[in-house]
C-alpha cells in the first residue's frame, strides 16, 4: 500500500481541528490584547535608554503575534478545506464502489454449462 493515503479515525478529524486552530487563536488574540495593554503602561516603570529597547521589543512581539495569528487563520480554514476534500473524495469512492458492486452482481447469475 503507498504512503500516500489519509486515515481519520474521526470522519470530521480535519474540520475539527480547523475549529480548534481557530479558537486557539482567538484565545491567544486576547491574551496579547491583555499584555500589550499592560505593556502600554511601560513608560509609568521604565525610564531612560531601557524604555526605548522595551518599546522596539513590544513592537516586534506585537508583529510577531499578528504573524502567529495570521499563520493560525490561513492553516485552520486550509484544514476545513482538505475536510471538504476528503468527504468529497470519501463519497465519490462510496457511489463507485456501490456501482461496481451492482455491476458484479450481474456476473453472479448462475451459468449453464
Given amino acids: 500500500m503507498s504512503d500516500n493515503f489519509v486515515g481519520l479515525t474521526s470522519a470530521n478529524a480535519l474540520a475539527q481541528g480547523g475549529q480548534n486552530l481557530g479558537t486557539e ?5 486576547a491574551q496579547l490584547q491583555s499584555l500589550i495593554s499592560d505593556m502600554s503602561r511601560d513608560k509609568d516603570a ?4 531601557a524604555l526605548g529597547q ?3 521589543a513590544r513592537s516586534e512581539l506585537e508583529r510577531n503575534f499578528s504573524e502567529l495569528l495570521r499563520w493560525c487563520a490561513n492553516n485552520g480554514v486550509k484544514l476545513g478545506d ?3 476534500q476528503v468527504n ?12 461496481a458492486a451492482s455491476a458484479g452482481a450481474a456476473l453472479s447469475a ?4
Avoid: H
Fill in 88 to 99: 468529497t473524495t470519501d463519497s465519490t469512492s462510496a457511489d463507485a464502489f456501490a456501482t
Fill in 46 to 49: 521604565i525610564r531612560g535608554d
Fill in 54 to 56: 522595551f518599546q522596539a
Fill in 25 to 29: 487563536a482567538q484565545n491567544l488574540q
Fill in 82 to 84: 482538505a475536510q471538504t
Fill in 110 to 113: 448462475p451459468m449453464n454449462r
